[in-house]
């Protein structure tokens, strides 16, 4: 199967909105929580409208993954400075960094399209795009030891699965912040 991508901007909204709204897939985020202060979370309506506002005025990052015949993406990856994710679970409070470093905080594919090679496909696609947003380092927060085709086995399955990231070259580091270790794991990889 062949996918392709496109970077997100105003004029994917609706792609983006189809993609959230398919199936029932949206647990209600948005993919907003991230932006927002730890502990600010909310959802539904709220969360849609000001996602919106955030990428027609162009302020997210990230890639939506599509395969011939389908009008509806197949993917999202939320793609982001790390400096403006004060809410992700993952980072906690340590967003002291430059524009440089970047964190793919969100891998996800439709419920028909899991174990295809989507989330794969995103994590490669999105550390290119860090690479020519002038990235040096990114991130991801993936379950430990989690594997594509496996399933999740913790809350943490908004982050992709662990075998993605080594598979295309993110390395684990060992980084004491909240829960690594038992939920989630950080996996980096300099940006050539």
């Not at 600010?40 to 027609?56: H, N, P, T």
């Not at 982050?159 to 993605?164: L, P, R, V």
Request: with cysteine; aromatic share 14%; charged share 30%.
């Amino acid at each position: 199967m062949k996918f392709n991508f496109k970077k997100l901007n105003k004029d994917l909204w609706k792609d983006f909105q189809a993609y959230f709204e398919f199936d029932g897939a949206c647990s209600g985020c948005w993919c907003m929580n991230h932006r927002l202060p730890m502990g600010l979370d909310f959802e539904g309506e709220a969360a849609k409208l000001a996602m919106k506002d955030l990428v027609c005025t162009d302020r997210v990052f990230g890639i939506l993954a599509y395969v011939e015949d389908e009008k509806v993406p197949v993917g999202w990856c939320a793609l982001d400075r790390r400096n403006t994710l004060p809410g992700h679970d993952c980072i906690g409070t340590d967003i002291d960094c430059d524009n440089s470093e970047w964190s793919i905080h969100c891998v996800t594919s439709r419920k028909d399209y899991k174990n295809k090679g989507v989330e794969n496909f995103l994590v490669k696609a999105a550390a290119e795009l860090a690479v020519n947003m002038n990235g040096k380092f990114v991130e991801g927060y993936p379950e430990p030891k989690s594997k594509n085709g496996e399933g999740f086995k913790t809350w943490n399955t908004f982050n992709g699965f662990e075998s993605c990231f080594l598979e295309n070259g993110f390395s684990k580091i060992d980084k004491e912040i909240g829960e690594a270790g038992e939920f989630y794991s950080v996996v980096k990889k300099e940006l050539k």
